[in-house]
């Protein structure tokens, strides 16, 4: 069966610092990799989506960055850390066939101080 | 673009009462259409889905039919219990391609 993990669970990072979260996925092959973030109390804002190695789709200009150096590996990146930049980040992932659901990690909970 | 509204909670019921969480959506084509459902501190998890007008998904309970003239997907359920107290999100995906839109989330606290 396929999995999902997603680390680390929570982070707490003075402003201006780096990030690094990372997400893997088993079980499946050339799934499309998704990061979403969850503002406390809102919706999920698609931040960015990659269909193959290499590629990565950004939905919103930001401070933020992702990279997929392996088929089934996505990591969301900063250079510096914004005080906005706290949510909770979401790692999801689907098949290739049109109208699948998302299957989602369980997530990391980022603060910046 | 497409868009997802779902109704604003919180929503508090009495366990055994009825549920029902609106949801509307704007999308050109013929998108398919997802519930799901997020529990304190985890991911969300797919409740059900439907990918045709008229198609109904169902899973543990909840139904939601879609509705393509009223471009609706309401979320029912006849008897809560206190384990489904949860955030519930709308979504849809669109023909196109890669991009699943969310509703804002329905928080839902089902009391004992």
């Known amino acids: 069966s396929q999995t999902i993990h997603q680390w680390p669970a929570t982070l707490v990072q003075p402003v201006g610092s780096p990030l690094s979260l990372e997400c893997t996925v088993e079980?499946?092959?050339?799934?499309?990799l998704y990061w979403y973030r969850q503002a406390a109390g809102r919706g999920l804002q698609l931040l960015f989506y990659s269909v193959g190695i290499g590629q990565i789709s950004s939905e919103v200009p930001q401070n933020l960055s992702a990279s997929r150096p392996q088929d089934r590996q996505f990591i969301l990146s900063s250079k510096k850390l914004l005080l906005s930049d706290s949510g909770f980040y979401l790692c999801a992932w689907s098949t290739r066939d049109r109208g699948g659901p998302l299957h989602f990690g369980n997530g990391t909970r980022l603060t910046v101080t | 673009g497409d868009s997802v509204t779902q109704m604003e909670g919180p929503v508090t019921l009495s366990e055994e009462a009825c549920l029902t969480i609106?949801?509307?959506?704007?999308?050109?084509?013929?998108?398919?259409l997802f519930w799901y459902v997020q529990y304190p501190g985890e991911g969300l998890q797919l409740l059900l889905k439907?990918?045709?007008?008229?198609d109904k998904g169902s899973n543990k309970g909840f139904e939601a039919t879609y509705r393509k003239e009223t471009t609706s997907f309401h979320l029912e359920k006849g008897s809560v219990q206190v384990s489904d107290s949860a955030v519930y999100f709308c979504?849809?995906?669109?023909?196109?391609?890669?991009?699943?839109?969310f509703g804002a989330g329905t928080r839902l606290f089902v009391k004992a």
């Open positions: 439907a990918t045709k007008a008229d």
């Open positions: 979504a849809l995906l669109n023909t196109g391609g890669f991009k699943t839109i």
């Open positions: 609106n949801c509307t959506y704007t999308a050109t084509g013929y998108p398919s």
């Open positions: 079980g499946t092959s050339n799934p499309n």
